[in-house]
């Protein structure tokens, strides 16, 4: 007898139904909130519907990958692997960020390693060279090769587009514009001036539970007394707000006065000069679906950037960045140090209560759950998953 079958039907939701993409195993999704029920199990416990999930979601959405400051001259790149998918990113001769697969068009091996600085990406295994913008430039003992054209066996290109000096790149040669994607996310952060800060800190976590788990934990502020009962949770100020947005995107926001991105009783950094609106006088949490939150404070920002591995895997990138005059100043480095100390303790207490979340989902025991008023965003982020995995009904 299978496990599924011997346990009593209340146990049952971990075992993969044969048909888990079709719309009748989400209807209690599917309802209002105050009567809508979680996501079963194996949504975040199935290789199947992870792989649904990199189909339909990561190949078709813009994936955030940090800022353009990390290779800040022609010839600095950095390598990654996004869902599976081997990367280069690289900043050509013209100055331009560009993203690459990378797969030599040889035989396909991996063509760069780590990051660096250089003038060509030189593949280790036949030593094919191809330059910043992806060109073949040489490829040994190929003269005997017939109808051998370089101008053919380029890197492949994908898709990179930047706003406010952030990156994404998109596996979809159809998808709309990043801008179109963005909707108002721009202009409702135009006054934070990203486009004039500068990231000073880029820290990497192997977290073991599936992606939605930590995008849901950010977007809601109910674990906040209770995760982070004596850090974040003294900080004063009401519980954030959801806000309406257009575009890929869901946002929280939460009026307060001095930044968020320390702990109570700590002073740092003078506000961004040129706030304005909420933005002077609270915090937006935006989501820029499918998984990069935002902590954009008065007086600097992070990101929470996620690189899904499996369905169990995910790398969590934590950046920070701070406006160029700031950065500048000559007690920068002794102040920042109070921001560190804040992210150093507020992110491995999410990460730790969503190891303990992924652990306990993955009982046979566990049934699906019911929302709190408090969880509007994961109500909303757990029906958007549904709208791109689902089949028809
Ligand atoms: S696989 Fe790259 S040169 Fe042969
Ligand atoms: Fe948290």
């Known amino acids: ?11 049952r ?36 519907f992870y792989q649904r999930e990199v189909e339909r979601i990561f190949m078709k959405v813009w994936n955030f990958l940090g800022r353009a400051d990390r290779i800040p ?19 050509g001769d013209d100055g331009n960020v560009r993203a690459f697969a990378n797969s030599c068009r040889h035989r396909g091996s991996l063509v760069a390693l780590g990051e660096g600085s250089c003038r060509a990406f030189k593949c280790p295994y036949h030593s094919w060279a191809f330059g910043l913008d992806g060109r073949l430039l040489s490829a040994p003992s190929m003269e005997q090769t017939l109808n051998f054209d370089k101008a053919d066996y380029g890197l492949t290109e994908i898709r990179l587009e930047s706003w406010g000096g952030f990156i994404f790149v998109n596996f979809d040669r159809d998808a709309p514009d990043l801008l179109t994607f963005l909707g108002d996310l721009p202009q409702r952060l135009a006054s934070y001036n990203y486009e004039e800060m500068v990231c000073v800190r880029r ?29 974040l949770q003294r900080q004063k ?5 959801p806000i309406e947005t257009e575009g890929e995107w869901v946002g929280l926001f939460k009026e307060h006065t001095g930044s968020r991105a320390l702990l109570a009783g700590e002073t740092g950094f003078p506000p961004i000069p040129s706030l304005s609106g909420p933005a002077a006088v609270g915090t937006h949490y935006p989501l820029i679906y499918p998984s990069t939150m935002f902590g954009a404070t008065i007086d600097c920002m992070w990101w929470l950037e996620l690189h899904p591995i499996a369905a169990d895997r995910t790398k969590l990138i934590v950046g920070s960045a701070f406006p160029k005059e700031v950065v500048a100043r000559p007690d920068f480095e002794e102040v920042v140090t109070r921001y ?43 029906n958007w998953v549904l709208d791109r995995v689902l089949d028809p009904a």
């Open 340 to 382: 560190y100390r804040r992210w150093d303790i507020s992110i491995p207490e999410d990460n730790e209560i969503s190891d303990l979340q992924q652990r306990g989902l993955s009982s046979p025991f566990y049934r699906e759950g019911r929302f709190s008023h408090l969880e509007p965003l994961v109500h909303a982020i757990d």
């Open 1 to 11: 007898m299978s496990l599924a079958a011997s346990l009593p039907n209340a146990a």
């Open 13 to 48: 939701s971990l075992s993969e139904p044969s048909d888990m993409f079709s719309p009748d195993h989400y209807t209690a999704v599917r309802r209002p909130l105050a009567e809508a029920e979680t996501l079963p199990a194996w949504c975040y416990t199935s290789e199947r």
């Open 203 to 231: 820290v990497e976590y192997e977290l073991t539970c599936n992606w939605k788990i930590y995008v849901e934990n950010a977007m809601e502020a109910y674990h906040v007394p209770y995760v982070h009962k004596s850090t």
């Open 73 to 91: 001259n022609p010839g600095d790149y950095f390598t990654l692997e996004f869902a599976g998918i081997p990367l280069i990113i690289a900043r």
């Open 237 to 241: 100020g009401p519980t954030a707000q």
